[in-house]
């Protein structure tokens, strides 16, 4: 299971209602939740869900 971390980016499989596709994690633990940062609305969702919604995470990369 992946696990996210607090500032990570990830890329929602369904874009939110607004457009945007990603997503900041603004906390972790029991539940998580991410930011959408294309419209800065913040979504709770357990553990499970996240890993449902999740396609792939964008930071973290780049070299
Ligand atoms: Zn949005």
């Not at 980016?9 to 940062?37: F, Q, S």
Request: hydrophobic share 30%.
């Amino acid at each position: 299971m992946t696990v996210y971390a607090l500032g990570d980016r990830v890329e929602t499989k369904k874009p939110h209602p607004c457009g945007g596709k990603t997503w900041e994690v603004v906390r972790t633990g029991a539940d998580y939740k991410i930011k959408c940062l294309t419209c800065g609305r913040v979504v709770m969702l357990t553990p499970d869900e996240l890993q449902k919604r999740v396609r792939r995470t964008v930071s973290g990369e780049g070299t």
